[in-house]
Each structure stands twice: as structure tokens, then as C-alpha cells.
Nanobody, 121 residues
């Protein structure tokens, strides 16, 4: 019904920048919040940043001041600009969206397949 496709991951040196994108497609009626989560090896998945449909944002303390989340509602796309990257930011980054489809009357969580971000020291 709904697919989330991420792009923009890769290998970068510490202090560098990357920009992740995630586009939702399918039987979408509306999208509420969108966000990014990450999971490092041996650790639980954690929230990185989240943005509501009204554009209010929330960040993990570890990324405040370095990462910026934004969205383009016309394109059903959410972005994560990551600056001043650190080795501890290395993880698989997952896109998440709270979507109401054309055949359901309540929202459901959808996830992307994940994109690897590796920060070398």
C-alpha cells in the first residue's frame, strides 16, 4: 500500500555532512508525523528526529544543533541534513511515516528499508 524509499547514506569522514531523503508513495491520503530513527550494531533502534505535519520538530539530545529535519508535503518527502558528523553517528538510518491511506480511516506506521551511514574517524 505505502512504500518509503530512502537515499543519501554513505561513508563520510568525521566532521563531514550527509543529507538523507525519504519519499513515501502508494495509496496515501495524508501523512501525519515523519521521522528518522537509527540502529547501531548491538543497540536498540532510537529516535533521531521527528517532524509533525505542522512542521514542529523533535530531536534526540545527541544530535541537537548538528542535524536538521525538514519535509516537503507536496512531495511526501522528509529530509535529514546531518552536519558535524561523529563516528558515534554510524548506524543504519530508517525513515518512518505515520500514514492514513485511502482505504483506512486511521493512521498506520510505515518504515523504509534503511540506509547505512558510516562516519570514519
Amino acid at each position: 500500500q505505502v512504500q518509503l524509499v530512502e537515499s543519501g547514506g554513505g561513508l563520510v569522514q568525521a566532521g563531514g555532512s550527509l543529507r538523507l531523503s525519504c519519499t513515501a508513495s502508494g495509496s496515501i491520503f495524508s501523512i501525519n508525523a515523519m521521522g528518522w530513527y537509527r540502529q547501531a550494531p548491538g543497540k536498540q533502534r532510537e529516535l533521531v528526529a521527528r517532524i509533525a505535519s505542522g512542521a514542529s520538530t523533535r530531536y534526540a539530545d545527541s544530535v541537537k544543533g548538528r542535524f536538521t529535519i525538514s519535509r516537503d508535503n507536496a512531495k511526501n518527502t522528509v529530509y535529514l541534513q546531518m552536519d558535524s558528523l561523529k563516528p558515534e553517528d554510524t548506524a543504519v538510518y530508517y525513515c518512518n511515516a505515520d500514514v492514513v491511506t485511502v482505504i483506512s480511516s486511521w493512521p498506520y506506521d510505515y518504515w523504509g528499508q534503511g540506509t547505512q551511514v558510516t562516519v570514519s574517524s
